[in-house]
């Protein structure tokens, strides 16, 4: 072998090995939005026990906290929210962004429950605040999924193309050569 | 399968158009669940003055025998759980049920609490505050209201004993029996459940037809012709009426004819080659 073969096979094996390193990357991405949805239905749990959980707050507590806005007003906002969120994500998929889950979703989710929780009226709106998280989350756990699949299907393509330049025998499935 | 166009098409509208109309539908029931309660409450609190207002000339004359029967009777009426009048000092005093005349109530527990929290009893409570829903002894779901008593110019000047610093003399108690109320709910949350079904089967269903219709059964023939040089019966019907995918079967179609073409003239070139090679030999 000679010394610019050498090199060139080097290059490939490392080439591979990023490849691999990549699908590997890519197969733990498409399983983030999965822990978004577990993280916010962890979320979720004590919050529906709340009346169980959580003492009563005090009335200094209320006081110092003010007069809590409407559960209409709030009803209203997460309607709102809702909308845009999916709209978004929509919009994410339609353009094939692929701008990871944001766990920042969860953050305003929990927002939600609060204010619910301070107006007196979480029972009675528990369950409209967890499918609008779960709404969301799935529709980003889905987008996130199909785009890290579509581009592992193209990692596994480009590696099964370099393996048989390589002569070696390929790791990807027969399917994908 | 999770791969094809299809579930890619019908997965996210799918999920979108189902979450928000669950989220609209969950948020409108819980609203509508608040005003009806609010409405029951406003209801109790206009029969709890009704009480007050009826019993008033009774209590100005101290004609107790009067004042317990007013209290029975209305008490025995249809969705009436309890009718109770306190003193002040939380004895009660009449009541729909005679057991439990005499009997001193607990300040802390809600209903009374809302005044009793601080130091000195409020003399005033927001319309709100003055209602509640509890479970009572015989698993009623009950929704109560509290109705002041106050001291007038009347009571203090003209008869008895109530000096002018008491401001409340009493309070009215009335509870309701929410059944009725609950049957509603329920009644319109199976309602809610049959329209968002029947909303989601026609929309995601007619967006699957659709999509089916004009976009995945040309695919699927597309698919299948392209798998094979030969013009089959599926090509052909794939010719017209199928818009873009028509025209890409055309376009398809005439590149395999090209191409055949060119074969032929390959062949029949190497054919004459050979030919003549033979014929020069």
Known sequence: ?177 | MFQSIATRSIVPVGLAVTGFVAICCLSLYAIMKQDMIDDAAQNGRNIANTVVLSTRYAMLHNDRQHLGNIIANIGQHQGVEHLRVFNHDGFITFSRNQSEIGRQVNKKVEGCSGCHSGSMPAEQLAAEKQTRRFKNERGVLVLAMSQPIYNEDSCSVSCHYHPVNHKVLGMLDIGLDQGPLQNSLALMRYRMIVFTLMTLVLTVGGVAALLNRSFFIPLKKLVAVTSTDETTEAERQLESGYGELSLLARNYHSLIVRLNDTREALTRCRSCNKEKDGGGS
């Open chain 1, 1 to 177: 072998m000679t010394t610019t073969e050498a090199d060139s096979a080097q290059t490939q094996e490392e080439q591979r090995i990023a490849l691999l390193v990549s699908i590997r990357r890519l197969h733990s991405r498409s399983h983030q939005g999965l822990w978004a949805i577990a993280a916010f239905a962890c979320t979720s749990v004590p919050i529906m026990l709340s009346d169980r959980i959580f003492p009563p707050l005090a009335p200094g507590i209320k006081k110092m906290l003010g007069t809590p806005p409407s559960s209409n007003m709030i009803s209203a906002l997460l309607v709102v929210y809702a909308f845009s969120a999916i709209l978004l994500v929509l919009g994410r998929i339609t353009n094939g962004s692929p701008k990871m889950v944001s766990f920042s979703h969860i953050g305003y989710l929990i927002c939600f429950y609060a204010f619910y929780y301070f107006s007196g009226v979480l029972p009675e709106n528990f369950w409209a605040v967890l499918a609008t998280g779960m709404t969301i989350l799935s529709l980003e756990s889905y987008h996130i999924w199909s785009l890290s699949m579509a581009k592992i299907k193209e990692e596994e393509e480009t590696l099964a193309i370099l393996e048989r330049r390589m002569g070696m025998k390929s790791h990807v499935p027969e399917s994908m050569r």
